[in-house]
């Protein structure tokens, strides 16, 4: 059995369930599991991963602020509730984002600053007509949604 390093007990501690430690590093499950436990971690931790939390993948509020910065847009503008066709339209690029990303329903809806998770289906379902008919827009989606891949990759 190899020691745990500083990576694994930061990843640990940064709120990481033990299944996607072991999954980063390429190591089985169960044995890291034993050494956390050996070392003294889970006292009183489930090691769950937080529901709205996906690993890899930068916070939705980060990807909201970075399809704001990409369309020049400041981000309480693009979380409005103005109905102004670009606007509508930056709110439906970083709804499509966040879907292509893993994200679920509730946490897109938050993270567009809405209530209802209908809001974030209606716009993702919008998206994809868009998609079909508009080429720069499905580069857009695609090469925000790569960048936002390569920095879930450089997150701990």
Not at 25 to 51: D, I, Q, V
Not at 117 to 138: N, P, W, Y
Request: aromatic share 6%; glycine share 8%.
């Amino acid at each position: 059995m190899t020691n745990l390093t500083e990576r694994h007990i930061e990843m640990f501690n940064d709120g990481f369930s033990v299944a996607d430690i072991a999954r980063a590093h390429g190591e089985r499950y169960t044995r890291l599991y034993k050494r956390l436990r050996s070392n003294g971690y889970f006292r009183g931790r489930s090691g769950m991963l937080p529901r709205n939390r996906i690993v890899g993948i930068p916070r939705a509020s980060f990807v909201v602020s970075a399809v704001a910065i990409h369309l020049e847009i400041p981000v309480a503008t693009l979380i409005s509730a103005s109905r102004k066709q670009d606007l509508v339209r930056g709110r439906t690029l970083a709804t499509k984002v966040l879907a292509d990303l893993g994200y679920s329903l509730p946490v897109i809806t938050r993270a567009i600053g809405r209530e209802n998770h209908t809001t974030a289906l209606h716009l993702v379902r919008k998206a994809r007509g868009i998609m079909e008919s508009d080429q720069h827009f499905a580069r857009t989606v695609a090469e925000i949604v790569g960048e936002m891949r390569v920095l879930g990759r450089n997150l701990p």
